[in-house]
């Protein structure tokens, strides 16, 4: 007897489960709105059971966080060379 943790469906024994790391504390079900980096904030995270279709979600959401911040670094590193090149 399980239950999707986001959407609260009912996951019959005999389908696969998916566990994945969520957001339990402050923000329930809002990993994808309402996610926090400023320093101080306090999230929660731990395994919890989701269906198929919400561990796809997560899945894409974390992909699409990671291309982000890779993004994000290679920008960073631009600009600093350009810096350096710049001199
Ligand atoms: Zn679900």
Redesign the pocket.
């Known amino acids: 007897m399980a239950n999707?943790y986001?959407?609260g469906?009912y996951l019959p024994p005999h389908e696969p489960h998916y566990r994945r790391e969520v957001p339990t504390g402050r923000s329930v079900g809002g990993w994808v709105s309402r996610r926090s980096y400023g320093a101080g904030s306090r999230a929660y995270y731990g395994l919890r059971t989701?269906?198929a279709?919400?561990a796809a979600a997560k899945d894409a959401h974390d992909r699409a966080v990671g291309r982000a911040v890779g993004i994000i670094v290679l920008i960073v590193v631009v600009i600093v060379a350009l810096g350096y090149l710049a001199r």
């Open positions: 999707c986001v959407c469906v989701l269906c279709t919400c």
